[in-house]
């Protein structure tokens, strides 16, 4: 069986009672980081041996797996933080795990787009979730630009470092919109702002852009 496992965004206790006992029972835990996942299986005192499984080696790795599950082990997929598959890696080795017939099974749990879009105060009946925007200024405003007419909150993950273009990008190509920006969402430094692309970037430019931030807007009383 393949168990693909929810892990925390940040607090280590958002954790499932099933997830803690999956990573405890099975065989092996293949893991996006192995030292990373250390640091959560340490605290449940889980002593199941790690294999590395991240999106450079998920090809070949992917392989050794099936043929482990072909034999019967039962392994867990897990990712650094959240869901596996979201933005992260998982994916592949789901897609070959059902071409192969090996029983797959899912341990939910956290997932930083869906505590964002909870904690956003925006409608959350119907969403797009957008996962990274590009990376060069083109293709983001071209993104940008085939959102514009978008009805549904939009979500987005952002990196720290290119907070600032994004909204900047945002600002220029959706005409300034309200946008909430979730940082560090369960951790220490927790924070949602909701405020105009231009504020935010103001503010981000005062104070450096820290941790992990999902972007979220909705845009759709201007399309109605
Ligand atoms: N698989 C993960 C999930 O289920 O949310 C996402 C992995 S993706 C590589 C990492 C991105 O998720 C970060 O760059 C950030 O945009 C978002 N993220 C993860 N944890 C977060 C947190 N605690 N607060 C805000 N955003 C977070």
Known sequence: M?????????????IT?????TLKNVDLIAAEDTRHTQILTRHYQIDTPLTSYFEHNQFSKGEYLLKLLKDGKDIALVTDAGTP????PGYQLIQLAKENDIPITVVPGPTALIAALTASG?????FIFEGFL???????????????????????YESPHRLLKALKDIEEVWGD???VCA?????KFEEVKKDSAQKLREHFTKVEPKGEFVLLVHLGARNS
């Open 2 to 14: 393949l168990y693909i496992v929810s892990t925390p965004i940040g607090n280590l206790k958002d």
């Open 183 to 187: 940082r560090e969402l369960t951790k």
């Open 134 to 156: 590009p990376v060069k200024s083109a293709a983001r405003r071209k993104k940008l630009e085939s959102l514009k007419e978008e009805k549904r909150t939009i979500v987005f």
């Open 177 to 179: 919109p309200v946008i």
């Open 17 to 21: 009672f099933r997830a803690v006992e």
């Open 85 to 88: 598959g979201i933005s992260d």
């Open 122 to 126: 925006l409608p959350c009946h119907n």
